[in-house]
Each structure stands twice: as C-alpha cells, then as structure tokens.
C-alpha cells in the first residue's frame, strides 16, 4: 500500500489573508488527495478559539493580549493595509462579490476533507487559551513533537 503524499502546514499568523491563503492551499492539496496537516500556534490559534470565548482565568497579560487579540474567523485584520478594519471589510466585500467562501466556511470545508486541524499546547498556555474555549472542529491539541512527527513525513512544510 502507497502512503498518501503529506502536507504539514504551521500557521503563525492571524492576519485574514494569511489565513485565507493558508486554507486554500490547504483544501487544494486535500482536494488533490494529499493528507494535510495544519499546526496552529501563537496568532494563528487566535482562528481556532470560539469567538465568544471569555478571559475567566487569565492573568492580566493574558487578559491583554485576549483584548487586542480578538478570537474567531470574524474579525482577522490584513497585513497591509487594514485601514483600523476598513481594509479587511473590503477585503471581504470583494471576496463575497467574487463568490469565496468566507473564513468560517473554508475551515468547514477543511475539516470535511478530513484536514487535521490541532492546536500547539505551548501557545495555549501562553495566551491563556483552554481546550474548552476552541472551536468544535479542532480535534487534536498537540505540542511541538507532533508538529515534527507530521512535518518530517510529509513531504512538504509551509510556515504562513
């Protein structure tokens, strides 16, 4: 039996078009028959978490970053350019006009594709961010041993 061709994705950054770039290679190579992995630490969790999830239990620089940080696919900035959230409101109003799916949408369809989406352990811990408070779609919260157990049999890693 032939294994399956792997991609490892790590997804470091929160910023909208990062993140959209990031799914679409994702769903192409699943689409395509790859098995796709994709590790999301430090900004990019901030997708992974329910956007009504709380601060309870947070310190007060987990507070902080918990306020400047916002969770959900929802409200992601751009990287260039986001204008205090003009620029991701165009963004997405051109994304609409042209038929894409929105960021809430492209998750779904990665998670029917059978795209391992997990969560890094570390990050969690640092942001202050709980198991409980994550999205339903996540089904593996993982540290740096398995990000390397996924990236060294696949055959191609990305860091976005």
Do not use: Y
């Not at 329910?50 to 987990?62: E, P």
């Not at 998670?111 to 994550?134: F, H, P, Q, Y």
């Amino acid at each position: 039996m032939q294994n399956k061709e792997m991609l490892t994705l790590v997804i470091f950054s929160g910023d909208l078009d990062k993140l959209l770039a990031a799914f679409i290679i994702a769903t192409g190579a699943a689409a395509s028959g790859m098995q796709v992995n994709m590790f999301f630490t430090f900004w990019g969790l901030k997708l992974l978490q329910r956007a009504d999830a709380g601060t309870k239990g947070l310190n007060w620089m987990q507070k902080l970053f918990s306020l400047f940080v916002k969770p959900g696919s929802e409200r992601r900035p751009i990287s260039k350019l986001n204008m205090f959230g003009m620029g991701a409101a165009m963004m997405k109003k051109i994304m609409k006009k042209s038929k894409m799916p929105t960021l809430g949408e492209m998750i779904l369809t990665a998670k029917s594709l059978n795209v391992k989406l997990t969560a890094c352990s570390t990050s969690m811990n640092i942001l202050g961010i709980s198991r409980e408070s994550l999205i339903p779609e996540v089904e593996h919260v993982a540290g740096v041993a398995s990000f390397l157990a996924d990236s060294q049999q696949s055959h191609t890693t990305l860091f976005i």
